[in-house]
């Protein structure tokens, strides 16, 4: 069995920062893709930041030079550092990551984690 939990999320003020945290644990032989997205009410899902095995990112326009994703792939967590937040930023945020299990090494499959709440007040 795999788990997905992010933490880190809060209430922060304009031009605040905060760092989430994803940790995935279980029986992983591997992890492939990192993502962070997000979703506000009423609005789409949509990615935030991503991080492959090699530790390539990117970012959408919306959040470049102010979030940065990273990974620490000995503790299987991955981070979102996310500064000069706006109003706009405020949303659920989800982790995905891409895991290959040890039962079943030639296939990698997307988990989810429950979320995580982020309010920026103006």
């Known amino acids: 069995q795999v788990q997905v939990v992010e933490s880190g999320g809060g209430l922060v003020q304009t031009g605040g920062f905060l760092r989430l945290s994803c940790a995935a644990s279980?029986?992983?032989?591997?992890?492939?893709?990192m993502a962070w997205y997000r979703q506000a009410p009423g609005k789409q899902r949509e990615l935030v930041a991503d991080?492959?095995?090699?530790?390539?990112?990117t970012y959408p326009d919306s959040v470049k030079g102010r979030f940065t994703i990273s990974r620490d792939n000995a503790k299987n967590t991955g981070y979102l550092q996310m500064t000069s937040l706006k109003p706009e930023d405020t949303a659920v945020y989800y982790c995905?990551?891409?895991?290959?299990?040890?039962?079943?090494?030639?296939?990698?499959?997307?988990?989810w984690g429950q979320g995580t709440q982020v309010t920026v007040s103006s």
């Open positions: 995905s990551v891409d895991i290959v299990p040890i039962a079943s090494r030639d296939n990698a499959y997307r988990y």
């Open positions: 279980g029986s992983i032989f591997s992890i492939k893709r």
């Open positions: 991080i492959t095995s090699g530790n390539t990112t």
